[in-house]
């Protein structure tokens, strides 16, 4: 019978640091960011961030999500825990944790999501639609922006890069199924990007 942990009861950098410690199936909602839950294992941890391996609705692991620790509102042991764990390990999923992954910045982030994966996924909060999701490949870091080449839906490659600023960022992911398909068919892009205009105060 598995306990689940209420967030409030505790602190959440407690609770992170047992998951990740004990290797526990945890549960993650940010409420002031995106309805629903986040489930996985806590696999990197700092004081501002964490690295979750995400568990997928198929029981298998599906790629990497970096949160920020501010935006999370509750902290839960899944309460799923036993199948979770026998469902992984009928599957033969084993846990993968990046190695020497830094969780200093965003751009620390990135550029190490970038040497484990060939895309990454930029997820910034835009104040209609929560939060967004821009794929591509880091081509630059300004001061306080990430430069990012991106890939459409149909795995067509943008001629220019886009800005997004840290103070939007919600979260960086990589190496999920999704990400390594968009990959498999977009390829390498080929055709050389657009002059980059200068940056103006507004990051879209």
């Known amino acids: 019978m598995s306990t689940v942990v209420p967030f409030k009861s ?10 990740l410690e004990q290797r526990i199936p945890m549960r993650f909602a940010r409420e002031r960011v995106q309805p629903g839950w986040i489930h ?14 995400e568990v997928g609705d ?7 999500v970096v949160l920020s620790i501010a935006d999370l509102t509750q902290v839960e042991e899944d ?3 036993e199948f979770v764990e026998k469902a992984l390990a009928l599957r033969n999923e084993p846990l993968a944790i990046p190695e020497d992954f830094p969780l200093d910045s965003w ?10 994966a060939p895309l990454l996924s930029v997820n910034v909060i835009e104040d209609e639609d929560g939060e967004v999701s821009y794929i591509g490949q880091l ?34 992911g990589f190496g999920t199924g999704y990400l390594d398909a968009l990959w498999l068919v977009a390829g390498t892009p080929t055709d ?5 205009m200068p940056v103006s105060d507004s990051v879209h």
């Open 107 to 116: 751009a620390a982030i990135a550029e190490a999501a970038m040497r484990f």
């Open 79 to 81: 309460p799923s825990r």
């Open 10 to 19: 505790r602190g959440v950098r407690v609770l992170l640091r047992e998951a």
């Open 139 to 172: 081509v630059g870091i300004e001061n306080d922006a990430l430069l990012l080449r991106e890939v459409d839906p149909n795995a067509h490659w943008h001629a220019d890069a886009g800005d997004y600023g840290f103070d939007e960022i919600a979260s960086i």
């Open 192 to 196: 050389p990007m657009s002059p980059r």
């Open 40 to 53: 996985g294992y806590v696999v990197g941890l700092s004081r501002e961030f964490c690295l979750i391996a």
């Open 58 to 64: 198929a029981m298998r692991f599906d790629g990497y």
